[in-house]
Structure formats: C-alpha cells, structure tokens
C-alpha cells in the first residue's frame, strides 16, 4: 500500500478543509511522490495567486523547484505579480530566454525556484496536441539548467487554446500520467466556465474559486483524505496570499482534531478562587457575568489561572476602530484585540485558530466583553462563531471563558451563549466584597455555591 504524504498548501485554512493538506504519494514500487491539483475559477478570482503559493510550498515539502508553464500567462507577468503579493526575497522566479543556453540562468541547488516559460502550443486548432511535447521540452529545459523539478504548473488551461471543457479526455488523463511518470505534483489553473470540462475526472484534488459580490472557495474533490466542501469565504492578501476562511462546521470535522494544534496545559483545572475547591473543576465553556466590567473581566481571568499553559484573550471593542485584530502579548498571556465592527465571523474563526497554533500550551481561552458585540455588524454570527470556538476547545481539554456585563435590572443578560454554558457564575458586587453564586448547565443551584472573594485577591486585569 502506497504511503500518503501530506503536504500543505501554506494556508492554514485551506489545509484544515483539506483534511490536513494536499496528498501526494508513491504511484509505483519505485516512483517519486505525485500527485494532481485542479484549480478552477474566472478571471480575477486568484488562480494564478493559489497555484503559485501552493506550488512553492509543495516544492520546499518535497525538496525542489517549481516549473511553471505559461499559456496566456507571460513571465514577465507571472514574476509582476509575485513582486506585487510578496515581499522580495520569499520567492525568486527565474525567465526562460531564449537567448541563453540551457535558458533558466541563475539556478542555485541549495534553494527552492520557480522556473518560468512559455509553452509552445503551436497554432492552429489542435494546440492540445501539442501540450505533452511542449510539458517535456520545458521540463528538459529546467534540468539542463541545474534545477529539480518537483511541481509542474500549467496556468492556464482556456477555452482559445482548446484546453478547456473541449479538451479529450485522452490529453487530460495524459498529462496526468506524464506527471507520476516524472514524480511530480501537477497543478492545473482552468478559466471556469458553463461546463466543467474533463479535467476534474482526472486530477486528485479540484478546488472552485468563485468570485462575486463575496469570494469563497468549495473543495469539489479530495481524492485521498476527508475534506469539508464549504463554500468557503476566502480573501487575498498581500505577503499572504489567498487566505481561506473556513466556515464553522469545519472546526468540529472529524478531522479537525488531526490538523488543529492546540493541546491543553493541564490534564485538570482548578477554580482560581478561595472556598471553590468541592466544586468540579471547570471544563467546557464557562460564563461569568457582573455589573461592574473589570471587575467581571478579573474574575474571568482568574479561572485556572494557576495552570500550566498560555491564556489567551479574545478582546471584544478595545482599542481604536483603526486597530482591527492585533495581537499583544506579556509572559504569560496573549491578547487578541477585536475592534473591527465589520469583522466577519470566519475571520474570527481564523484569527483564533492562528493565535492558538501559536501559543502552543493553551490553559484557558478568554473571550469578552460580550456586551460588546452589539456595536458588531454580524453579531449573531460572532456569537455562533464563539459557541463554534467553545466546543472544539472543549475537545481538546482548554476551557473556554466567555464574560458579560449587560443587565437588565440585576438579571443576567439574555445572551444565546449563556444557554449553551456548562456553568455560569453570577457575581454580585456588595462594595469590597463580591459574591459568587455558580450554577450548573441543568439550571439547578450546586450545593455551597456563594464564595466570597475580597477586591485585593483579584488579579488584575488587562495591562
């Protein structure tokens, strides 16, 4: 049985709905890893900005280079828009001239390149008949430079060149075979159109790009892992490139777990809190709610505070609305501030799953004000998007702590989230004392439930 290898595209996003990455594997007892990629879309939708990342990443994976066959595409163009997306130095891409025997000039064997030209197609109505002889002659041109070819790029299969819907099902299972032939991963950008063409049945992986009035990507095959359909919303970023955003569902996948890395600093937590140690340690998601916002916000951090690990805040409306997601970090915490009023709930998503990969330990997830997200233009999808980010947390052992301070006359706000809370701790603020009254999930009162807490012995809260 042939061993898959996975290889991810550099987005975490794509990576987690892909099920971990891009599989390529051994397609014969003694052949090199291969594997196929179809990426279909219109004009302006980021094929040529997705194929390129991904290729750069998969090459670095497999130890070399990208050849990267252009068909509408000049080199010069294909080298315009990488300086334009990345910042220079992330990714050398060398032109074929004619002039120049063999014609890439430049290639160092210690680095990764994309190696640039024209395919010559011919003229004529019959130019996919000459795709085959045109993939070699480049690939030759490549090695008699000094490169390595390990990810062949076509970019792009259109409809005047006769490489679309049209093309025969010969020529697409072909190049496909020509690819595992030489142990190299393909990747296929095709201009979308009305009929998907023949060269989805022959690839490993199809990915669609759709752009309108909202972008978003869908996984229409994954050949050899799991995989979340989607559509998902996705952007394009410069010094990033095309960012996916996957939707919710793809956080609490059955393969979530395999791909996302976070991982719990204690195997139990304690309450941080004097008098509460009869009670059950906290888990899953827990809701404190005050009048009173640093003080709430205290009591909040102070849950499992004493655990190894990393806490992570998640700050809802600090900061100036120019500030959009920074990221602030102290010894042991890392602040998340969220002020964009636009922010869309997978950007969110995103942005917390980033943060959490790089904390690595994680001991407890803080997220609040929740007041605040009624300034926030999609505040029932955050809310949602919150309760998405609670249970994969739950998962994985890291509580998450949510903190509100809307009332309504002393009575606890009406938030969605607080139905869906294993507990919620009620605080009552009586000057220099606070009581605390906790409750479980069923709604009933647990027994020995009112704490005191004196102002001094709270921890303080955002620097």
């Not at 390129?52 to 595409?73: F, N, P, T, W």
């Not at 032109?95 to 004529?124: K, N």
């Amino acid at each position: 049985m042939s061993e898959i290898i996975r290889v991810s595209t550099s987005d975490r996003g794509l990576d987690l709905v892909l099920g971990g990455g891009l599989c390529a594997l051994r397609r014969g007892a003694y052949a090199e890893p291969s594997g196929s990629l179809l990426i279909r879309g219109g004009a302006g939708a980021g094929k040529t900005v997705l194929s390129l990342q991904i290729a750069m990443s998969v090459a670095k994976r497999l130890g070399g280079d990208v050849v990267y066959g252009c068909v509408e595409l000049l080199p010069v163009e294909l080298q315009a828009q990488q300086a334009s997306m990345w910042s220079a130095g992330a990714l050398r891409i060398i032109s074929a001239d004619a002039e120049h025997e063999p014609p890439f000039a430049g290639v160092d064997p210690s680095a990764s390149h994309v190696l640039a030209g024209l395919l010559d197609l011919g003229t004529g109505e019959h130019e996919h008949e000459h795709l085959g002889d045109a993939v070699l002659g480049l690939l030759t041109a490549s090695r008699a430079s000094g490169a390595r070819p390990k990810v062949l790029v076509i970019d792009s299969l259109v409809h005047g060149y006769g490489l679309a819907a049209t093309t025969p099902r010969a020529v697409s299972d072909g190049l496909v075979k020509l690819a595992a032939d030489e142990g190299l991963f393909l990747i296929l950008a095709e201009e979308a159109g009305a009929d998907p063409g023949q060269w989805r049945f022959a690839v490993d992986t199809v990915l669609e790009l759709e752009h309108g009035p909202q972008r978003r990507l869908s996984v229409v095959k994954h050949r050899f892992a799991a995989s979340e359909v989607g559509p998902h919303p996705y952007v394009i970023q410069a010094r990033h490139g095309l960012r996916c955003l996957p939707i919710a569902s793809a956080y609490l996948s059955g393969h979530a777990r395999e791909v996302l890395e976070w991982a719990s600093g204690a195997a139990e937590h304690a309450w941080g809190f004097r008098g509460a140690e009869s009670l059950p340690p906290p888990s899953g998601l827990i809701a404190v709610c005050g009048d009173d916002p640093s003080t709430t916000r205290a009591y909040a951090r102070l849950i499992a505070a004493g655990a190894p690990g990393s806490e992570l805040v998640f700050d809802w409306g600090a900061g100036s609305p120019e500030s959009g997601a920074t990221t602030a970090g102290s010894h042991d915490a890392r602040f998340v501030v969220l002020s964009d009023p636009d922010l869309q709930p997978e950007m969110f998503l995103a942005l917390a799953r980033e943060a959490l990969d790089d904390c690595g330990h994680v001991a407890r997830v803080v997220i609040g004000d929740l007041a605040a997200l009624t300034a926030y233009a999609h505040a029932g999808g955050l809310r949602r998007a919150i309760l998405t980010l609670a249970e994969a947390l739950r998962r994985t052992g890291v509580p998450a702590v949510v903190f509100e301070t809307e009332r309504e006359q002393g009575v606890l706000p009406r938030s969605a989230l607080l139905g869906w809370a294993d507990v919620i701790i009620d605080i009552l603020d009586e000057g220099e004392t606070h009581t605390l009254t906790f409750r479980d999930r069923s709604g009933r009162w647990a027994p020995l439930t009112r704490r005191q807490e004196q102002l001094g012995a709270l921890r303080p809260g955002r620097p």
